[in-house]
């Protein structure tokens, strides 16, 4: 075994502050944003008038919940990874919740789009 293959755990280093406390910013983003998330699930439970198909209006409200609890988690997970790899000189890791987030929005935004048209046709 050639010893220069061997590879030593990384010392982590006490990173500049400023891209720790922006690491903390871009999450605390992540929590405004499934805050609003919850809000607007509750919104739409409440307040939206029932669609052309009943109960349709808690199955939406149910998919944006589910979203911001997901927004919640996958936020902390980024913060985690993005510490962890400031800490160990890393560089950064890929992002992939925006794509979900995105996907996850638009399809619910599209479902919705869909019933109110359907519910002012009829």
Not at 73 to 100: H, K, M, Y
């Amino acid at each position: 075994m050639d010893i220069s293959s061997v590879t030593t755990p990384r010392t982590p280093i006490e990173p500049d502050y400023r891209f720790t406390l922006a690491n903390e910013r871009t999450f605390l983003a992540w929590q405004r944003t499934s805050l609003g998330l919850m809000a607007a699930a509750v919104a739409v439970v409440q307040f939206m008038p029932e669609l052309a198909i009943p109960g349709v209006r808690h199955v939406l409200g149910v998919g944006v919940g589910a979203m911001a609890v997901l927004t919640s988690v996958a936020g902390l997970r980024r913060w985690s990874q993005v510490d962890r790899a400031i800490r160990n000189d890393e560089p950064l890791p890929q992002a992939s919740a925006p794509t979900f987030l995105t996907t996850g929005l638009a399809l619910i935004g599209l479902i919705t789009v869909v019933l109110a048209l359907s519910a002012t046709v009829r």
